[in-house]
């Protein structure tokens, strides 16, 4: 998928995409900022996620995964992430195993203003 | 995680790369036997190398070097009469197994094959076919030895009749049962696996525990350097090389090997042909279309919502990795055992060349290569206390059994 390009955002606060965006049955968009590839998708609270487009365990493309169970989960192995990034299941790993408390996606803030998605760019990676 | 410098180490191939050293000192799947009907000079594109296949002035075939331009696509497939042949460049060795025309890029002389079901099977129980994946070799070896992907990235919804199932990878019933391999699959996601290593590579045995104190068995293997052996149904099983193209770019090369009847070629073939583009085997659903994703599907009949063809599956979980999988940013898990396994096996190795050790190679230490066979790779499903005798004597069976010398 190719992913949406937010370019030189000069902004903390940068509109990555409009609310109407993610009208669809499947509410995701790919979005590619400077600092790297992120998946967007809003949670079956309604809330939006903006986070790291590639799964942390060996790098599969998010923007294919699962929309389910109240987050995104990738097709590869079932692991699940919620809308902060944080992985909450590794169905494959042995039963009882808490390594995935430690597994977190990068996540980057979101808000709605007036129909616009903006994104919360850390300070480092906005153009001078 | 890995550091970057070990990520190079283990993933680049071009002449002179430490992995490349490792994989040249192995015959290497170039081309299909029946990419001849292409002319005189066949172009192939194999670890970093532009090639072309030609008899010489004895009217040997040999893997010579071709001229091109830097700008080439990696899979650069010139009419024969555009080819030109570079008199300075190597010339290797080449052979053909069952339909696989094999080239030899390393020093001295070419080690012997191994006595593996698909090079000993009569030419009637092998199908040879190829396609293309726009990624790095070692990321589509190690989908291949990981044996709990197939519970989610393959999952179907549904179950189709098996009966439907020729020629396709999990889509028959389990063992001697009348349960689809796609409901064990699905309903058992947790396989407890383990990993041995062997003179070949790397045996693999993924169980799961079902109800009524029964197990399922799966054995697969690693055959070092970049092949794996895994069952594809109860009559055949499936060897395939994952071989570098350059570091962006490989083929699959599968030997489907058929331990009952002569193997359906034209089925077979007809199969792949609506799924791949010749004449370079791109397949029809890539990257560039989303592999056909349809989120439709994706909500009520497979896990990916893209077709009920595996191979699409892994092409597309490999292949979105990026060009090289950065493992920089990776977390494995005790689901990735045997990759871990392998990478190791493949440092070791690494290693080895570096030194001069070539005596310590796998399958090139010196036993006879030609005694190596098999190796057991099957689906059985036993009781919970004698599943490895279990487990072994299904393949015995069907080994047995087998029209063509089979025995190990």
Redesign the interface.
Not at chain 1, 75 to 78: A, D, E, S, T, W
Not at chain 2, 189 to 192: E, G, I, N, S, V
Not at chain 2, 303 to 306: D, I, K, W
């Given at each position: 998928?190719e992913g949406r390009s937010v370019k030189d955002p000069t902004a903390a606060w940068t509109v990555i995409a409009r609310v109407s965006d993610l009208d669809a049955?499947?509410p995701l968009l790919p979005i590619t900022l400077a600092s790297g590839r992120y998946v967007l998708f809003r949670d079956e609270e309604g809330e939006l996620g903006l986070i790291g487009r590639?799964c942390?365990?060996?790098?599969?493309?998010l923007c294919?995964g699962?929309l389910e169970d109240n987050g995104l989960r990738c097709?590869?192995?079932?692991w699940h992430f919620d809308r902060t990034g944080q992985c909450v299941e590794?169905?494959?790993?042995?039963?009882g195993?808490k390594?995935y408390t430690q597994?977190k996606v990068p996540m980057i803030p979101v808000k709605i203003v007036d129909g616009n998605i903006l994104a919360n760019i850390p300070e480092g990676e906005l153009s001078q | 995680m890995i550091s970057q410098e070990l990520n190079d180490q283990i993933t680049r191939v071009g002449p002179g790369s430490e992995a490349g050293r490792v994989l040249r000192h192995y015959w290497q799947p170039a081309l299909l036997r029946e990419e001849l009907a292409h002319g005189d000079k066949v172009p192939v594109n194999l670890l970093g190398e532009r090639l072309a296949l030609i008899r010489d002035a004895s009217g040997i075939y040999v893997l010579a070097t071709r001229k091109a331009s830097a700008d080439e696509k990696p899979t650069h497939y010139p009419n024969a009469r555009d080819i030109v042949i570079d008199p300075d460049g190597p010339a290797y060795p080449v052979t053909e197994r069952n339909g696989v025309i094999f080239a030899y890029m390393g020093p001295g002389d070419p080690p012997e094959f191994p006595n593996f079901d698909c090079f000993r099977a009569p030419e009637s129980h092998v199908f040879a076919f190829k396609g293309l994946w726009q990624c790095n070799w070692l990321?589509a070896l190690?989908i291949g030895i990981d044996p709990?992907?197939a519970?989610?990235?393959h999952r179907f919804l549904e179950d189709e009749d098996p009966k439907e199932s020729y020629g396709k990878q999990f889509r028959d019933s389990a063992a001697d049962t009348n349960i689809p391999m796609t409901k064990i699959l699905r309903d058992y996601?947790?396989?407890?696996i383990s990993v041995d290593e062997t003179e070949y590579g790397l045996k693999i045995t993924a169980l799961r525990r079902m109800e009524n104190d029964l197990i399922h068995v799966r054995v697969t293997n690693q055959i070092f350097p970049e092949a794996i052996c895994i069952p594809m149904s109860r009559e055949m099983i499936i060897t395939q090389w994952h071989v570098p193209i350059d570091d962006e770019n490989c083929y699959w090369f599968t030997m489907f090997t058929s331990f009952r009847d002569p193997v359906n070629k034209d089925l077979m073939r007809e199969q792949r042909l609506k799924e791949h583009a010749l004449p370079d085997y791109a397949p029809l659903k890539n990257k560039a279309n989303?592999?056909h994703?349809d989120?439709?599907e994706?909500a009520r009949l497979t896990?990916?919502?893209?077709g009920l063809d595996i191979n699409v599956?892994d092409q597309?979980?490999v292949e979105?990795?990026?060009p090289i999988?950065?493992?920089t940013?990776?977390?494995?898990?005790?689901?990735?055992v045997a990759i871990i396994r392998y990478r190791r096996m493949l440092r070791q190795a690494i290693a080895a060349v570096a030194d001069g050790r070539f005596e310590d190679l796998p399958m090139q230490r010196g036993e006879s290569v030609a005694q190596i066979s098999g190796p057991l790779s099957n689906d059985s499903i036993a009781d919970t206390s004698d599943w490895q005798m279990a487990s072994h004597a299904a393949d015995m069976a069907r080994r047995s059994a087998c029209p063509w010398d089979a025995r190990v």
């Open positions: 998928m049955k499947r590639h942390p365990h060996r790098g599969a493309d294919f699962r097709p590869f192995h079932g590794q169905p494959a790993e042995p039963e195993s390594m597994i | 990321q190690e709990a992907h519970s989610f990235l996601p947790r396989p407890d989303n592999y994703y989120p439709d994706q896990y990916t919502g893209m599956h597309w979980a979105g990795m990026g999988q950065d493992r940013q990776e977390h494995l898990g005790r689901s990735d």
